[in-house]
């Protein structure tokens, strides 16, 4: 990669498919309430709702969910979007797929209401007002408009009339509500206060925020080593004399001066402190003189020059660095009010992958293993050792019952093939559904989930490496950060060089390198060749990730970019990669 930005052949792998392995843009991964991004084989484009054959072909399908829903099952009619599978009933809002209606209407099932199932645990009323996945703002299948020229009726809809097919539940959330979801998430419960010894505080943020224990300097002190005076010159002084820091309070006598150094206390009526070099000492007739004029309070630091007792100096939230130890501890503490840091255990999912050696016979190596635990531990999180479960059900579901974290991190199993366990374990501990697939890609699968009202949540990350990484952006940031009391990062943007392709529809995160401008150009990010789904190689390079709206970028647009917690701090004018 040369240049500021990169060619066409440089930005994209020839042989690499945009959104392949697992975020290809085929069957129900890009359904949207009902209108698919494909057609019927060999045909693209939306679903024609004004057609008589499509409506009834719609309507047939969800009176057969609607039976099967009825009745208990737990199967899809033919043909059904497998995104859908775990969640709530197709074709319901989700208010009824909990067998309660809508506010104003009445629940339907007739007499066969009361032998529904329980409410769905992943259709559960959530607290997140405004950011359940399974609203809608409006209907899939609207009303055909009237034909021109029809005159208007007052009359009612008849009784026989086929009703509105109901919403379908959205299952893909837009990126930048998912990541709203994941914040308040965070910042759902009460926070914990720990005091913890300054040697300990350090990365932790602070609860409370750090008022000044004392004044600062805590008394007049020398900002030189040189000579404190008082009054006008010349000085008589005694040769050996002298004030260290440290020294106890004294005063100084008129016409007189006394060696000091730098932090020392300065006796009271001290007129002002001479420095070494403009200072000249008679040895003979023990007097000192100035070669340049004095000025009353030179190179003294008055007591409170800093800050007052009881002043602010951090407020809560800041994260503790050693700057803020140190100020700590002049300002008198030994200790910090402080938020724990959230505890994370790691949980990898899958019978392909191996711990060690070379791929080989189908198997193929652990890559989010190795990289979860120190990744998010530059989130801000205490990270257990990752525990490698395969593709076992009842050893997930043991696991996540067990756990005492405050959050769980899985890998993989997040879509509904065979062996992905984690949407039917979820459902089988009663957990909550807060985000079911985020609209970006790499990474869409991603899910949030509570596992009970006080209990722990779970992140849900895809398998592929650079989706997982899309996941780690997208929800446990922002999750983690509320929940270790971190403020939000500022987003900012910066200019992209080179043409960004983009998704149909979603959100494409995109690993970019910081460039800095030539001759008198403006900074700029280069998008990454490597950024395949399941590629490392571009992000281990990255500075970050660009927020690439669907349909792309041209070059020369402003993007939203995405910090990686390690990146180097860079000459930026909007932000930096910090």
């Known amino acids: 990669m040369t240049g500021d930005g990169l060619s066409g052949s440089d930005l994209f792998d020839g042989g690499d498919d945009l959104f392949g392995d697992g975020d290809d843009l085929s069957g129900g991964d890009v359904s949207r309430g009902g209108n698919s991004a494909t057609g019927p084989a060999g045909t693209t484009g939306p679903t024609t709702p004004d057609s008589a054959e499509a409506r009834a072909a719609e309507a047939e399908e969800l009176a057969v969910e609607q039976a099967l829903a009825l009745v208990g099952s737990g199967s899809q009619a033919p043909g059904h979007d497998r995104t859908r599978a775990t969640g709530p009933t197709p074709g319901r809002s989700g208010d009824q797929a909990n067998g309660r209606a809508p506010r104003g209407q009445t629940p339907t099932g007739g007499a066969g209401a009361a032998d529904e199932p329980g409410p769905s645990p992943y259709a559960g009323s959530s607290p ?24 208007p009726t007052d009359e009612p809809a008849s009784a026989s009339a086929p009703a ?22 965070g910042r759902g419960g009460p926070r914990a206060v720990v005091r913890l010894a300054l040697d300990r505080a350090l990365g932790h943020v602070l609860a409370e925020p750090l008022g000044a224990l004392t004044d600062l300097p805590p008394f007049d002190t020398s900002a030189m080593d040189g000579w404190a005076v008082a009054g006008p010159g010349p000085w008589t002084y005694d040769e050996g004399a002298g004030l260290l820091a440290g020294g106890r309070d004294a005063r100084l006598p008129d016409g007189t001066a006394v060696r000091i150094a730098t932090g020392a206390r300065t006796p009271a009526d001290t007129t002002a402190v001479i420095r070494s070099e403009h200072a000249h000492a ?33 407020p ?36 392909e992958l191996l711990a060690s050696g070379l791929p080989h016979d189908g198997l193929i190596r652990d890559a989010l293993g190795p990289m979860l635990a120190p990744w998010l531990r530059a989130l801000g ?42 949407h039917p374990v979820l459902a089988a501990l009663g957990a909550e559904l807060l985000v079911h ?17 006080d209990g722990p949540h779970l992140v849900g990350l895809p398998g592929n490496p650079l989706a997982a990484v899309s996941g780690l952006l997208t929800l446990a940031e922002p999750l983690l950060a509320g929940l270790a009391g971190r403020p939000a990062q500022d987003a900012y943007r910066a200019l992209v060089h080179a043409d960004v392709p983009g998704h149909p529809h979603d959100t494409r995160l995109v690993p970019v390198v910081h460039r800095a401008g030539r001759a008198g150009g403006r900074d700029h990010v280069a998008p990454l060749r490597y950024n395949g789904p399941a590629m490392l190689r571009g992000i281990a390079a990255a500075d970050g990730l660009a927020v690439v709206p669907a349909g792309g970028v041209r070059s020369g647009t402003e993007v939203e970019i995405l910090d990686l917690p390690w990146a180097p701090a860079t000459p930026w004018t909007e932000g930096c990669f910090t």
Do not use: F
Not at 128 to 151: E, K, L, R
Not at 286 to 303: H, M
Not at 437 to 453: E, F, I, K, Q, T
């Open 164 to 185: 509105p097919a109901p919403r379908s539940p959205v299952m893909d959330l837009p990126w930048e509500r998912a990541r709203a979801v994941a914040a308040r998430a």
């Open 437 to 453: 697939g985020v609209a970006v890609r790499p990474g869409h699968p991603m899910l949030l989930a509570r596992l009970s009202p």
């Open 381 to 422: 999180a205490e990270v257990s050792a990752p525990r490698r479960l395969g593709d076992d059900a009842e050893a997930l579901r043991t696991a996540l019952a067990s756990s005492d974290a405050d959050v769980i991190v899985t890998t993989g199993g997040t879509a509904s093939g065979p062996v992905d366990h984690v």
């Open 316 to 351: 809560a939230g800041t994260v503790v660095t050693p700057a803020v130890l140190g100020l700590a501890a002049a300002a008198g503490y030994d200790a910090l009010p402080a938020v724990p840091r959230p505890r994370v255990d790691v949980l990898v999912l899958g019978d």
């Open 128 to 151: 997140y007002a405004g950011s359940s996945p399974y609203t809608d703002s409006a209907p899939d299948n609207p009303a055909p408009a009237a034909a021109p020229g029809s005159p």
């Open 282 to 314: 008679d040895a003979a007739r023990r007097l000192l003189s100035t070669r340049r004029p004095l000025v009353t309070g030179q190179d003294i630091r008055p007591r409170g020059q800093e800050c007052r007792k009881g002043d602010r100096l951090v």
